[in-house]
Nanobody, 119 residues
Framework: QVQFVESGGGLVQAGGSLRLSCAVS????????MGWFRQPPGKQRELVAS???????NYADSVKGRFTISRDNAKNTVYLQMNSLKPEDTAVYYC?????????????WGQGTQVTVSS
C-alpha cells in the first residue's frame, strides 16, 4: 500500500518562498512519474507539476517559471520549490502519481500540507 507524507507548508507573504517535501513509501518510487497536486478552498484538486523517472518536468501554466519540482530517489522523496508566491497559490498541496490526463493513479491521499499566501 502506497503512503504519502507531505510537509513544509505554512503561512507566507506574497512574493515569498516555501519548499514542500513528500515522502513516499510502499512503492518502487524510482520507476514512477510523481506529481504535486493542490486543492484551493472550494475548488477541485488540480495537478500543478510532475517529474518523470528521467527527471523530465512539466508544469501547469499558472506556476510555470515560479515552481520547481525535483526528486531524490535515494530518499523516496519528491520536492516542490515554490518562489514568488501569490495569494492564488493558497491551497492544500498533495503528492501522488499522476495519470496522463492529470488525475491520480492512487485513490488514497496523504494528509496534505496547507500553504497560505497573504497579500
Amino acid at each position: 500500500q502506497v503512503q504519502f507524507v507531505e510537509s513544509g507548508g505554512g503561512l507566507v507573504q506574497a512574493g515569498g518562498s516555501l519548499r514542500l517535501s513528500c515522502a513516499v513509501s510502499g512503492s518502487i518510487f524510482r520507476l514512477y512519474t510523481m506529481g504535486w497536486f493542490r486543492q484551493p478552498p472550494g475548488k477541485q484538486r488540480e495537478l500543478v507539476a510532475s517529474i518523470t523517472p528521467s527527471v523530465r518536468t512539466n508544469y501547469a501554466d499558472s506556476v510555470k517559471g515560479r515552481f520547481t519540482i525535483s526528486r531524490d530517489n535515494a530518499k523516496n522523496t519528491v520536492y516542490l520549490q515554490m518562489n514568488s508566491l501569490k495569494p492564488e497559490d493558497t491551497a492544500v498541496y498533495y503528492c501522488n502519481r499522476p495519470t496522463g490526463g492529470g488525475q491520480s493513479v492512487y485513490d488514497s491521499w496523504g494528509q496534505g500540507t496547507q500553504v497560505t499566501v497573504s497579500s
